[in-house]
């Protein structure tokens, strides 16, 4: 007997239809993988089985008996737990690092009344030591980065002891080697008879955990595939075109350059490296976290400092005080948690595609301090139909997205007006082939910028960039050189 089934499970959002007639079944010990477009469905089916709406129609058994979940808590009680891809909310700023991995612990008075400081290490490095991670217990929350903050969201749900855990994009912020173990960790729950629902756009990590693919597209069922997953295959069917045809053509030949870096340290006793990035020209910067990729970034941005070395941009001397000095002069940044670095809160006066995306803008547009929302909309509609952004018209939140269209809404941001360099941290996170394709064409369609990517993922960046550089403890390592304008031996 399967542990989990969903069968013929529909749900619309007003005269959308979300899912159709879907279904999916889930065996005890088993990692079944659910692939799908943004907008395919995939969220809306783990909101079903994660207790956060309810079908329209169809039923879902769980070991065999009636499943509906009033809520998430009630979800994890049943022994179904989710990992969300967002994880704003796993912990509160002000907070420690083993307060938030036993924050659930507290709301539902599973802690005694009285606890000491050394109690609650205790009891969180126990939920860490389960996991295999290791974080630092005492810092403040809101200091972690995405990667830590994802791992004690991982954590916390493997203390509850699930027969199922749903993980939504679980690596999506987190390093090759982090990836890795938690790939160790899925196998771990694996062999003790847990579940895993997987959700991911990556595709190693489907090769390496899933023995089953469900594909959804438009709210569908459309396929499925067993161990070994052929994942061309999986994929044209997922995005229903063949692959080869989205992927854009690559420039042979580069302008001058824009971003010069000489002799640049990150830190004082990291070693010094040179990088020019010229017009036309994208340049994918991997590592694993913490070895400097998004400290580089930032460092051009204006919200860090280099401790040594020179920068030019267009050949003159280049050192933003701050963000705002960056953009005026045509450097400007997509931050690696587009949840916290570029878009509004929910439900916070301009939320909507069309304020998102001026946000930056708004002293160039409106320089008499008169806002109108005409020119918003019609750049927002303008974004609309050039990256394929799935949304009714500009007014919309840009919450009711998914996260690739969320992503292209930000990039869009950075398309309203012209740049000289644009610089891109983890652009892909959370963003299926088909839109990943889209945002690719746009940040390879201006000859006339410089593109300098951060990313973790090896085959993201040599499926983006013309040339792809190794950083390591916090410098560039350059290892090889040739071709037109010093194009590196690994570029493709």
Do not use: C
């Not at 895993?196 to 899933?210: C, E, P």
């Amino acid at each position: 007997m399967s542990l989990l089934v969903a069968e013929h499970v529909s749900h619309a959002f007003g005269s959308t239809k979300a899912l159709t007639d879907s279904h999916l079944s889930v065996e005890a010990g088993e990692v079944v993988a659910l692939m799908g477009a943004n907008g395919a469905g995939k969220s809306t089916l783990v909101k079903i089985l994660s207790g956060v709406i309810r079908p329209d129609a169809g039923r879902v058994t769980l070991n065999g008996k009636p499943y509906a979940p009033e809520s998430p808590a009630d979800a994890a009680t049943r022994g179904v737990v989710t990992v969300h891809q967002s994880t704003d909310v796993v912990g509160i700023p002000g907070l420690t690092v083993a307060d938030a991995l036993l924050l659930q612990h507290y709301v539902e008075k599973r802690s005694p009344f009285f606890l000491s400081r050394a109690s609650v290490r205790r009891q969180a490095r126990r939920v860490l030591d389960e996991a295999g991670f290791h974080l630092p217990l005492d810092r403040d929350f809101a200091e972690l980065g995405a990667a830590d903050r994802q791992m004690v969201a991982i954590a916390r749900a493997l203390s509850n002891k699930a027969e199922l855990l749903i993980l939504d994009e679980p690596t999506a912020s987190l390093s090759m080697q982090e990836a890795s173990r938690l790939y160790d960790i899925v196998r771990g729950l694996k062999a003790r008879g847990i579940a895993v629902l997987y959700i991911s756009h990556r595709t190693a990590d489907l090769a390496a955990l899933a023995d089953r693919v469900v594909i959804l597209r438009g709210g569908r069922n459309v396929g499925a595939f067993s161990r070994p997953v052929d994942f061309d295959a999986a994929i044209e069917t997922m995005i229903g075109r063949p692959l080869s045809a989205a992927r854009p053509k690559k420039r042979e030949r580069f302008g001058r350059p824009v971003i010069e870096l000489r002799g640049a340290r990150l830190f004082p006793d990291s070693a010094p490296f040179d990088l020019v990035v010229r017009e036309g020209e994208v340049v994918a910067v991997t590592g694993v976290l913490g070895a400097g990729k998004s400290r580089l970034l930032s460092s051009l941005f204006g919200l860090k400092r280099l401790a040594d070395g020179e920068v030019l941009l267009d050949g003159k001397p280049y050192a933003p005080k701050n963000p705002e000095e960056a953009i005026a002069a045509g450097v400007v940044l997509a931050g690696e948690d587009r949840h916290r670095s570029s878009l509004i809160p929910a439900g916070w006066p301009g939320e909507t595609i069309a304020a998102t995306i001026s946000l930056p803008h708004l002293p160039r547009w409106y320089p008499s301090g008169f806002m109108f929302s005409g020119r918003e909309r019609r750049e927002g509609n303008l974004a609309i139909n050039r990256l394929g952004i799935k949304a009714l018209d500009a007014l919309a939140s840009v919450w009711s997205l998914s996260g690739g269209n969320q992503q292209k809404v930000v990039i869009a941001r950075w398309e309203a007006e012209p740049s000289r360099a644009l610089l891109l941290d983890e652009p892909f996170q959370g963003v299926d082939v088909g839109a990943r394709q889209d945002i690719i064409a746009a940040i390879r369609a201006h000859a006339d910028r410089a593109t300098l990517i951060a990313t973790s993922d090896s085959e993201e960046a040599h499926e983006v960039a013309d040339r792809v550089i190794e950083i390591d403890h916090h410098s560039l390592i350059d290892k090889a050189h040739g071709g037109e304008n010093g194009q590196q031996e690994e570029s493709i």
